[in-house]
């Protein structure tokens, strides 16, 4: 594993890890313990969007790396 992705997915771990640390009582109007309130809360949501993005990211790199090294061979 190139040293690009284990420095992406120990970004995406300590970002999934400390997100817990930000919950404190009177956050959001939405029900804590509901799907609304991690999708529509933008504290949950910017995080849920980056890592997305990130996976989608790292997959076409991946993609292409794979597509490009069969080129080669």
């Known amino acids: 594993m190139s040293s690009r ?3 992406t ?3 995406i771990t300590s970002t999934l890890v400390t997100t817990p640390l930000l ?3 009177g956050h959001g109007t939405t029900d804590p313990q509901s799907v609304t309130h991690y999708v529509g809360e ?3 949501a910017l995080p ?3 890592i997305v993005v990130a996976v ?3 997959s076409l790199l991946s993609f292409r ?3 490009f090294a069969k080129q080669t061979h």
């Open 42 to 44: 933008p504290v949950h």
């Open 48 to 50: 849920l969007v980056l």
């Open 5 to 7: 992705i284990r420095t």
């Open 23 to 25: 919950a404190h009582p």
């Open 56 to 58: 989608a990211a790292l």
């Open 65 to 67: 790396q794979r597509k």
């Open 9 to 11: 997915l120990a970004l």
